[in-house]
């Protein structure tokens, strides 16, 4: 059973970096097709896919966020992790790391961030 735990801080303050990490366990990062991504959820809004690294480490981003968002990955410990940078109180949500493995998805149970000061 594949499953994801997020980490990070909970409060962060406008015009700094946020990071969060994801660690995976029951399923490795490197295996071939599976991938790993960044999905938030603002206070009274949807859902926003934010990017994923695929298994190979390729990397893909949001439009929206790309100029912002890093999504980068430490084999040696099965994690991946997001940073979003110049953050402001707009990035305040939950923020959930998800896993594609076999065509199916597996969500962490999420991490709130808040940016304020």
């Known amino acids: 059973q594949v499953q994801l735990q997020e980490s990070g801080p909970g409060l962060v303050k406008p015009s700094q970096t946020l990071s969060l990490t994801c660690t995976v366990s029951?399923?490795?990062?490197?295996?071939?097709?599976?991938?790993w991504g960044w999905i938030r959820q603002p206070p009274g809004k949807g859902r926003e896919w934010m990017g994923a690294i695929a298994y190979d480490g390729d990397t893909y981003y949001s439009e929206s966020l790309k100029s912002r968002a890093s999504i980068s990955r430490d084999t040696s410990k099965n994690q991946f992790s997001l940073q979003l940078h110049s953050v402001t109180p707009e990035d305040t949500a939950m923020y959930y790391c998800?896993?594609?493995?076999?065509?199916?998805?597996?969500w962490g149970r999420g991490t709130q961030v808040t940016v304020s000061s």
């Open positions: 029951g399923g490795s990062i490197t295996t071939s097709h599976f991938y």
């Open positions: 998800k896993g594609r493995v076999w065509g199916r998805d597996y």
